[in-house]
């Protein structure tokens, strides 16, 4: 009975300390890996979905050096027609063939007198925006699409980005113009019509390349 006991203990023994191996994650360890994923911009809500990833060992492997992360690509094909809301029609669309998607391509262009607090007129700054490789709306709706709206730069919020590459002419005979915009609880479109003005928070989206 005593022997029974003694071993019995030295097993329970040994399975707490296996516990303690298992989680035995140094404080110093810790902080490194907390300090490092903050100054790649990680949020809380970033290391929840880490926690909640699926394929934990696949990172590992890669951390082992057996395998690589490879960035999605994700083609836009700035040539298609482009969406139409019901009772528009499209009186300008330029095309702009198959763009890799990258987020250094695309930038924002403020014409000089919509900076300082002028604003300008749509109609005056379409014809400046002939100069300026504007982007199609095919590139606003691809952000729409909610697989994708993570990928739309964090700035963009409290700015309403225009897509002058597809003039439309809305149901009363106006000109207009599409935009990207935060409305507080997600994106979404909207249009300007251009005999209205465009301030400094109201930029074309244009090729940065």
């Not at 897509?163 to 979404?188: A, E, K, M």
């Amino acid at each position: 009975m005593t022997t029974k006991n003694r071993g019995g203990q030295a097993t329970w023994w040994h399975m707490c300390q296996k516990e303690d191996d298992m989680s035995s994650y140094s404080e110093g360890q810790s902080h490194q890996l907390m300090d490092a994923l903050e100054a790649k911009g990680f949020t809380p809500d970033h290391l929840t979905k880490l926690g909640q990833f699926k394929d934990l060992l696949l990172i590992r492997e890669v951390l082992d050096g057996r395998a690589e992360i490879k960035p999605v690509e994700y083609l836009v094909d700035l040539d298609a027609d482009p969406f139409v809301p019901k009772g528009w029609k499209v009186v300008e669309h330029r095309k702009g063939g198959q763009f890799k998607y990258d987020p250094a391509k695309v930038g924002l262009y403020l014409s000089k007198e919509q900076q300082k607090g002028k604003v300008i007129v749509g109609n005056d700054l379409r014809k400046e925006l002939k100069n300026q490789s504007v982007m199609n709306t095919n590139l606003l709706d691809f952000y729409l699409k909610k697989e994708n709206q993570h990928l739309i730069p964090e700035e963009w919020k409290g700015k309403a980005i225009f897509f002058w590459g597809t003039i439309y002419c809305g149901p009363n005979g106006s000109l207009c113009v599409r935009y990207l915009c935060w409305d507080g609880g997600g994106w979404d479109w909207n249009y300007n019509w251009l005999d209205f003005e465009f301030d400094g928070s109201r930029p074309a989206a244009v090729s940065a390349s």
